[in-house]
């Protein structure tokens, strides 16, 4: 099995194909260095957090994730919390860095002594074969199938040929700004902020890790947002009377467009796609990680009854499977971008459905039900 990319899909389905005692190779052309380093998505789902306990990955995770019972919607000078247990028959969310949860899951590959090769360069896929060089040596690795697991920018989707995938995007005419600052969390959960001056949101990495966005437009330049700007907007659009928000050294700042996109079918022949090679998400929703995770269970599961029995019928069911769960989170994730950023070209009226939409969720049960659901993962899609 060939797995190009070290990410967590590439590193869930190493784990879970080892588990299997099925052979792989992990190909990835960024150091080891880079990928423990790059901060990404925070926010596990239940069903995310229990895959990681069972493959052995979780030690740490349970030991230092912060678990949350839920989050606040702040708008018209209020916060409304959403209770997740209560709502969810006793679900919760986890908050755990992806570059922590990376460094666990390579820490494992290492120990199972099976191949994982950082600094690969020149890969080429024409699955089931990879071709790419290591160091000065030219490799051609032939697999049984493989598993693009490399991003949105990768190789793996733009090897299939022309006029196989359709393709669906919707780009928004906004992005986040977004600081990691070393200061405690000014609040226990994720608060989502609706503001007339554009979205906000407080979340967290650590105990003495905070991060923070903001709504910015898409052409935003990092430089025009010095970082004593930064924290006055942010106290504009997050601040309350009788609350604090925590400052400190800003040691990460970066500006993130926002795009949804889906490719179908997310597999073509022996080349199977998972994670941000098939799909993005805004990460209003916090779904990113945890799609790329769904992703590689359900693929890891139809390869393990293949390899038992030689029976196709899971991995050819993988792309429309796969897509129900892709589609109910990319819904769930334009929902809440939708419903708290606002529209460079809106109006009033624009305004006044946003905020019907907010006052809704959080004085009807049903609807707040349903928002706590999608955001700690459905058990069922």
């Not at 209560?86 to 120990?111: F, H, M, N, P």
């Not at 600052?181 to 905070?210: C, D, K, Q, V």
């Not at 330049?221 to 609350?243: F, M, Q």
């Amino acid at each position: 099995m060939g797995i190009v990319g070290a990410g967590p899909a590439g590193l869930v389905l190493a784990q879970l194909l080892h588990l299997e005692d099925i052979d792989s190779v992990v190909l990835e052309d960024r150091s080891r260095e880079y990928v423990e380093q790059r901060i990404r998505a925070g926010v596990l789902e239940q069903g995310t957090v229990d895959l990681l306990t069972d493959i052995g990955v979780g030690e740490r995770l349970q030991r230092e994730g912060l678990v949350h019972d839920g989050i606040e919607l702040q708008f018209a000078g209020e916060r409304h919390r959403i209770d997740f247990p209560s709502l969810t028959g006793g679900r919760r969310i986890t908050v755990y860095g992806q570059q922590e949860l990376v460094k666990d899951l390579i820490a494992a590959r290492l120990a199972t002594r099976r191949p994982l090769h950082f600094e690969v360069s020149d890969v080429r896929v024409a699955a089931p074969v990879i071709r790419y060089r290591r160091g000065d040596d030219e490799v051609e690795l032939t697999c049984d199938f493989v598993a693009g697991c490399d991003g949105f920018h990768g190789v793996s989707r733009d090897s299939i040929s022309a006029g196989v995938l359709n393709s669906f995007e919707r780009e928004y005419p906004f992005a986040w700004l977004g600081i990691l600052a070393a200061a405690p969390p000014s609040n226990e959960e994720l608060i989502y902020a609706y503001h007339e001056r554009g979205f906000a949101l407080h979340s967290m990495r650590s105990p003495t890790l905070t991060r923070l966005y903001l709504q910015v437009r898409p052409d935003e330049a990092v430089a025009e947002w010095p970082d004593e700007r930064i924290w006055e907007e942010l106290e504009r659009r997050l601040g309350l009377e009788g609350w604090t928000l925590n400052t400190g050294e800003v040691v990460e700042k970066g500006v993130t467009p926002m795009r949804s996109f889906v490719v179908e079918p997310m597999q073509h022949g022996r080349l199977f796609l998972a994670g941000d090679a098939a799909h993005i998400v805004p990460p209003t929703g916090a779904k990113g990680l945890n799609l790329a995770v769904a992703d590689v269970r359900l693929f890891a599961a139809a390869l393990a009854v293949w390899y038992a029995s030689g029976d196709e019928s899971a991995l050819e069911r993988y792309s429309s499977d796969a897509l129900r769960r892709v589609w109910r989170a990319e819904h769930f994730s334009w929902f809440m971008t939708s419903m708290l950023h606002v529209l460079e070209d809106g109006d009033e009226f624009d305004r006044r459905l946003q905020l019907a939409q907010l006052a809704y969720v959080c004085s009807s049960e049903k609807a707040a039900a349903s928002l706590a659901e999608n955001y700690v993962g459905l058990e069922h899609v």
